[in-house]
Each structure stands twice: as C-alpha cells, then as structure tokens.
C-alpha cells in the first residue's frame, strides 16, 4: 500500500500514537524509541504490571500444576537440581527448568541423565 506523504505524516508523529498527540484515553504505547516498544510490554505501565502481578501469583496455574509436578523429577535428574530445591519450586520456577533443558536440547547438549519418557517429555513441553 502507497501511503501519500509518509515522510511528513512519520515526522508529524514522532512517538506519538496518533497525529499531535491526541488521545481521549491514555496510549501507554509508543513511549520508548526503542524496538521492546513494539514487541513485548515494556511500553506500556498496565501490561508490565498485570505481567509482574500474575506471574508470581502462584493461584493462577491452579489448572496446570499438575504438568509442573509431573516434570519435577524429570527435570531435576538432566539438569542436575537438588531434589529438595525442585521440590520448593513455584510453578514459574519450573517452567524455567523446562525452558533451560529445551534450550540445552536445542542447543544439542547432553545431560548427565534423561529420565523422561515420551509421554512426561511431551507434558513438560506443554510448560
């Protein structure tokens, strides 16, 4: 699609969401001139907030702990964690376990021992 005078239309807008800054409600978009503005919630209060308070909460995986006990012990034996400290772990905490050990599988590393059957490797993906 050909804009007509994009140049004058991009330079009038600057960061701005909308031409001379008009909004009737808030825009916490567009705030930082940098690329995280455009691609996760680092530009907008609201979001990086709900992310922080939802994150942590532990009640919001209620429907899903099931997935993180069932990779707990899995994820323990290839990456080496105490199975005290595996045991103490939030569900965010263990869908960190399971990201580090897809990176290393990614990545093409071994692990020092791989317990997961197909079935268990498949849930822990779901994390």
């Known amino acids: 699609m050909q804009i007509r005078n994009s ?5 009038n807008l600057g960061l701005s969401a ?3 800054d008009f909004v009737s409600i ?3 978009t567009f705030i930082n001139p940098d ?3 455009q691609l996760a919630w680092a530009g907008c209060s609201y979001a990086t907030d709900t992310v922080q308070n939802r994150r942590y909460d532990n009640s ?3 429907d ?3 997935v993180a006990d069932f990779a707990r012990q899995p994820l323990a034996d290839a990456l080496e964690i ?3 400290t595996m045991a103490a772990a939030d569900f965010n905490t263990v869908y960190q376990y399971s990201d580090a050990y897809v990176a290393r599988e990614f990545e093409g590393l071994s692990f020092p021992a ?3 059957d197909d079935n268990t490797y498949l849930e822990m993906r779901a994390l």
Do not use: E, K
């Open 60 to 62: 919001i995986y209620n």
């Open 114 to 116: 791989d317990t997961f």
């Open 7 to 11: 140049a004058i239309i991009n330079g």
């Open 82 to 84: 105490d199975p005290a």
């Open 64 to 66: 899903f702990w099931w």
């Open 35 to 37: 690329i995280n503005d």
């Open 18 to 20: 909308l031409p001379f």
């Open 26 to 28: 808030a825009v916490r």
